[in-house]
T-cell receptor, first 114, second 113 residues
Framework: AQSVTQPDIHITVSEGASLELRCNYS??????LFWYVQSPGQGLQLLLK??????LVQGIKGFEAEFKRSQSSFNLRKPSVHWSDAAEYFC????????????FGAGTRLFVKA | GAGVSQSPSNKVTEKGKDVELRCDPI?????LYWYRQSLGQGLEFLIY????????KSGLPSDRFSAERTGGSVSTLTIQRTQQEDSAVYLC???????????FGPGTRLTVT
């Protein structure tokens, strides 16, 4: 069965510092991988996705993620965090299992300190 | 253009009552998804529609939950005989096709008293 693990429930970084949010997945075939962000009072928004090809993908708001098959990981990175990045971040894996199911991780809440 | 809309935005109901939650997807999106987000939890997949059919109903928590989609558009999630553990935010999303980007609605916050 597919699963997604986000090991960090919450992370605090200083504004301007770099950020890496971890995501590990379990899926037998090549997965479809996503990162979504949920800001306070806002709906979920797609940051970036990986389907195939270049394993380093660029997203919106200066985010990027790298797919590492050998580690079953899809970590999200940003070189310099802004206060407006404070939000909850969800990693997700999409899988074709008869239909199409998307499994979300439990999320990582990012706090940004001045 | 218009995004995914959900109604009602908030619903308070008494234990044992039935509730219906509605989702209007983005026009032309063939895939529609329902999720549940409990306080402090991630998103729990409930059901997925491709057109009007639901190939995967495995996420529905119990037989009290059902969903339908008509005309390849509007979807309704029905919870019968609500229980307190059903209290959560129910999110709907749609996508042009699978496995493309899902666009989420604002959610319906359900409180069962």
């Amino acid at each position: 069965a597919q699963s997604v693990t986000q090991p960090d429930i919450h992370i605090t970084v200083s504004e301007g510092a770099s950020l890496e949010l971890r995501c590990n997945y379990s899926y037998g075939a090549t997965p479809y991988l996503f990162w979504y962000v949920q800001s306070p009072g806002q709906g979920l928004q797609l940051l970036l996705k990986y389907f195939s090809g270049d394993t380093l993908v660029q997203g919106i708001k200066g985010f990027e993620a790298e797919f590492k098959r050998s580690q079953s990981s899809f970590n999200l990175r940003k070189p310099s965090v802004h206060w407006s990045d404070a939000a909850e971040y969800f990693c997700a894996v999409g899988a074709r299992t008869g239909g199409f199911k998307t499994i979300f991780g439990a999320g990582t809440r990012l706090f940004v300190k001045a | 253009g218009a995004g995914v809309s959900q109604s009602p935005s908030n619903k308070v109901t008494e234990k044992g009552k039935d509730v219906e939650l509605r989702c209007d997807p983005i026009s032309g999106h063939t895939a529609l998804y329902w999720y549940r987000q409990s306080l402090g939890q991630g998103l729990e997949f409930l059901i997925y529609f491709q057109g009007n059919s639901a190939p995967d109903k495995s996420g529905l928590p119990s037989d009290r939950f059902s969903a339908e989609r008509t005309g390849g558009s509007v979807s309704t999630l029905t919870i019968q005989r609500t229980q307190q553990e059903d209290s959560a935010v129910y999110l709907c999303a749609s996508s042009l096709e699978t496995p493309y980007e899902q666009y989420f609605g604002p959610g319906t916050r359900l409180t069962v008293t």
